[in-house]
């Protein structure tokens, strides 16, 4: 759809940006697991590919209306779409770097680290259940790896710790986990945000 509305805009308006103005996990009435981690996978997922596709904002359908709104619709709290599209506004920079390739079961995308001159973000996707991925990396840097929390579908983790607002709804830290150069070992059903904030990009700066 997207590379089909590129070639549509380049024919009749060349250079207008590329917005997705509506998206949820909401087709044919409605998915079961569009509050739950599950659909967490595709929303990033999704973020990343329309990125690597040219599209320069991408709106999601609802904040807090609905079983696919960001929050829940009684009590508020985010769901783990919220925590997904909360890290990669934090790390995802506008500027999409190649990536390379990937592994089976391994998704990766790769962006200028947002707001670090000549940083790097990258986005790792296992989507296998049961077995850990392995990166091969060039630099040292600090991961971030989103999973489903231990309360259950409507709950994510960051590196093992339950994602919860603190008091008067604040965000909680940061605190991501340090890695040397080499090989990186991904969680089965994760998606990790790694941060090489001194990897000296040239198409960074």
Known sequence: ????????????????PLWISESGESACGGNPWAKGFTDTFRFTDQLARSARQGVQVFMHNTLAASDYALLDEHSFAPRPNYWAAWLWRTFMGTTVLDAGAGTTGLHVYAHCLRDVPGGVAVLAINLDRNDTRTLQLDGAGKLFALTQGPA??????????????????????LHGIAFEAGELRVAPAS????????AGSSACR
């Open 152 to 173: 259950g579908p409507a709950e994510a983790a960051l590196n093992g710790k339950p994602l919860a607002l603190g008091p008067d709804d604040t965000l909680p830290a």
């Open 191 to 198: 998606i990790n945000f790694l941060s090489f904030e001194g």
């Open 1 to 16: 759809a997207v590379r089909r509305t590129a070639a549509l805009r380049d024919r009749f308006a060349p250079g207008a």
